[in-house]
């Protein structure tokens, strides 16, 4: 392997894949970014077993070949060069690389021994614009369970129907779901269960590419996202997802419509007074006063109560909820006002943007 490029192509390329590559100690070459050239393409690569990212880099090739370097290395060592062209030489599982006054040999290990990154072919591809991925993930993801013995609530739903995605994550507690447009589709509808870190790692990159759309290719068990020149393939988490549709509410008592951040606001100062393991505060409509109240009380350090002027529609009612789900929904959401829709308090809440039903937000009250 031989090959000439810029500092500033060769650093982009680590910062994007070398996020993937930790210390594992089952498989130490893990940790190890894969450089390879073929074709006279020079790609970088890593992978967790999980998922992979790859990055082709521009550069001048003058020898074909393949090894594996510490990624965390190789990455402080690049970024620490000057914004020079960079002389890369690998002999003998090390690499040797030149940078105007600057000389060092990097031990590596056979690119042989590294795991095969699966591929996938790319058909049916379902085209959608960068910022709104980049949008429906953030606004979803935060709901997702943690709780890896149901693997299947763990990541993402996303399901193609027609022209529009479906985005879904749930913890059994509360539920996110938003629907978007997408620009092109060449596949039938579909659908698959993500991994969140395949999604936040997708995130991360988008904010790393100037690409204005993502090429998306679903598979039974694969899923493969293609930005440019950056590659992000990934498993499929295995198994059926809840049937969610059943506990949106199909109807409403109360309704109330009011400033986010003032709700915000209200909410967090309240939160300081909710009971530790069960942060719970209450909200209470008045439709005569056009009036939220939420309260907390703690019997260790006191009570609040705070008030907010809304517009109400509907009857008087009142609910409690866990106030971080409250503060998780309320942040995600790109709206000036949200509304509140509330049956009673055993029935599940929604909260949703103003005049904007593609994005739904559920949370289970605490039944007291």
């Known amino acids: 392997m031989k090959l000439y490029c810029t500092q500033e192509n060769l650093n982009r390329g680590l910062n994007i894949v070398s996020h993937l590559a930790g210390k594992n100690t089952t498989l130490p070459i893990l940790d190890n970014i894969l450089v ?177 759309d ?16 950056i590659e992000i393939i990934s498993r499929a988490i295995e198994g059926n997802y809840p049937d969610y549709q059943q506990i949106i509410p199909k109807e409403k008592k109360t309704g109330v419509l009011a400033n986010k951040e003032d709700l915000l606001k209200v909410i967090k100062t309240t939160s300081l007074f909710s009971k530790s393991g069960i942060n719970d505060v209450n909200i209470k409509v008045v439709k005569e006063k056009k009036e939220l109240i939420v309260s907390a009380i703690n019997s260790q350090l006191g009570e609040n109560i705070s008030r907010l002027h809304v517009d109400v529609e509907g009857e008087d009612n009142e609910i409690v909820f866990n106030h971080r789900y409250l503060l998780d929904g309320l942040q995600n959401i790109n709206s000036e006002r949200v509304s509140l829709e509330i049956i009673n308090n055993t029935n599940p809440g929604v909260i949703r943007p103003e005049k904007d039903e593609s994005y739904t937000y559920i949370i289970m009250p605490i039944k007291q």
Do not use: W
């Open 36 to 212: 390879s050239i073929e074709n006279g393409e020079i790609q970088l690569s890593t992978t967790n077993l999980e998922m992979g990212i790859s990055c082709k880099i521009r550069g001048k090739v003058e020898r074909e070949g393949k090894i594996t370097i510490p990624a965390k290395l190789l990455s402080d060592y690049i970024s620490l060069l000057p914004n020079e062209k960079i002389f890369i030489e690998e002999t003998e599982k090390k690499i040797y690389i030149s940078c105007t006054d600057q000389e060092t040999t990097i031990q590596g290990m056979s690119a042989g021994d590294y795991p095969l990154i699966p591929s996938l072919e790319k058909r049916n591809k379902i085209l959608i614009k960068t910022e709104d991925l980049k949008n429906v993930v953030r606004e979803t993801l935060f709901a997702a369970a943690y709780d890896e013995t149901r693997p299947e609530i763990s990541g993402v739903l996303i399901k193609i129907e027609g022209n529009k995605a479906r985005f879904v994550a749930t913890d059994s507690y509360r539920l996110a779901e938003k629907t978007i447009e997408i620009n092109a589709k060449e596949s039938e509808d579909v659908e698959s269960i993500l991994p969140s870190r395949t999604l936040q790692e997708l995130v991360r990159v988008m904010g790393a590419t100037e690409s204005e």
């Open 214 to 229: 993502v090429e998306m290719y679903i598979a039974e068990n694969q899923v493969l996202f293609c930005l440019n020149d």
